[in-house]
């Protein structure tokens, strides 16, 4: 089939990268410079326990500072980074930037650890877990200040390879979640061999906890799962006090949503946080946000 753009002779530059067409080539050339030129960037967004409302964590995502398209979010971008390779530098960039950024915050007397997504190529690549320990060294940061998220498909991508991977990275002191709990086909028998500390329960059923029988449903038992599995809980889209009390209610160990904050620059981080501590504990089962 003759696409749009091949009838018309040049690639047309588009709103957003349309999967499957030409203008790919474009992204992806792109997207290879982009690391040098400076343009990608890191935002953060806060996991915070959900009985006591302090910050535990954060995780770190990618945006696109693209020089004529604005900012471009990940998913128009992380899908063709994973089918070209170049994820990998990616990933390794990711992971030096949060490495820098935890080491300054530490400086400064915050001690959080920052989260960052990892792909199926990254799982696969038996050369990871030794990259990863040179940039914590060359960083000057340590294992206890950087985790992994990995998503349920990613490992089932290619199972055996990532538990290898997997196992490695846990022996060098290095955290573990699964991420997006929940949309996945993964098989329970076999997550349970990972070595994981935690599990993220994909916005999808969370979001509409408060009035949403299923999702209550399928909220609670994986919560009781997790537990079971000896795994801490983290609810992802938690948008209103609503979500977050039932989540409390149900057990939930952490929340990370727009409620809190949506991510934000990496340098705004500091305000935010100061800004989330002055509220005294006293009041946070009332209103966590009230500033
Ligand atoms: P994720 O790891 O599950 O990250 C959570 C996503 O949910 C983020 O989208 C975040 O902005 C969004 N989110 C957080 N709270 C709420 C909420 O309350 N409501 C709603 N509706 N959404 C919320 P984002 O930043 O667009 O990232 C999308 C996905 O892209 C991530 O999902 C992750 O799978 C991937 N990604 C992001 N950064 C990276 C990266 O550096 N490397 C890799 N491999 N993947 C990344
Ligand atoms: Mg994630
Ligand atoms: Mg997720
Ligand atoms: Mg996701």
Redesign the pocket.
């Known amino acids: 089939q003759v696409s749009k753009a091949q009838k018309s002779g040049p690639v047309v530059f588009q709103p957003s990268f349309d999967v499957g067409s030409n203008v790919n080539l474009t992204l992806v050339s792109e997207l290879k410079k982009s690391i040098h030129n400076n343009e990608l960037s890191i935002?953060v967004?806060p996991k915070v326990d959900l009985k006591s409302r302090v910050v535990t964590s954060v995780?770190?995502?990618?945006r696109w500072r693209h020089p004529t398209r604005g900012m471009i979010?990940?998913?128009q971008f992380?899908p063709f980074a994973e089918q070209t390779g170049l994820?990998r530098d990616?990933?390794l960039w990711?992971i030096a930037e949060a490495s820098k950024l935890s080491a300054s915050w530490l400086e400064k007397g915050m001690s959080i650890p920052i989260a960052?997504?990892?792909?199926a190529r990254d799982l696969i690549d038996s050369d990871f877990p030794n990259k990863v320990a040179e940039i914590l060294k060359s960083t000057g940061s340590n294992t206890s200040l950087i985790s992994l998220?990995v998503?349920e498909s990613s490992i089932m991508d290619d199972p055996h390879r990532a538990k290898q991977t997997l196992l490695q990275l846990s022996q060098m002191g290095i955290k573990l979640a699964i991420?997006?709990f929940g949309t996945g086909y993964s098989s329970l028998s076999y997550l349970k061999e990972l070595p994981v500390s935690e599990l993220k329960i994909d916005?999808s059923f969370v979001?509409h906890v408060e009035q949403n029988q299923n999702d209550r449903i399928i909220v609670n038992s994986t919560i009781e799962l997790a537990h079971n599995m000896g795994l801490h809980v983290v609810a992802?889209?938690?948008?209103n006090i609503e979500v977050w009390k039932s989540l409390q209610e149900m057990g939930c160990d952490y929340g990370?949503?727009?409620?809190m904050t949506?991510?934000i620059p990496a340098c705004d981080f500091e305000a935010w946080y100061q800004q989330w501590t002055q509220v005294p504990l006293i009041y946070s089962t009332l209103s966590p946000n009230s500033i």
Request: aromatic share 12%.
């Open positions: 935002f967004q995780e770190a995502l990618i979010f990940p998913d992380i994820i990616i990933t990711m960052v997504n990892i792909s998220e998503t991420d997006d916005k979001m992802e889209g938690v948008e990370q949503g727009y409620y949506k991510p």
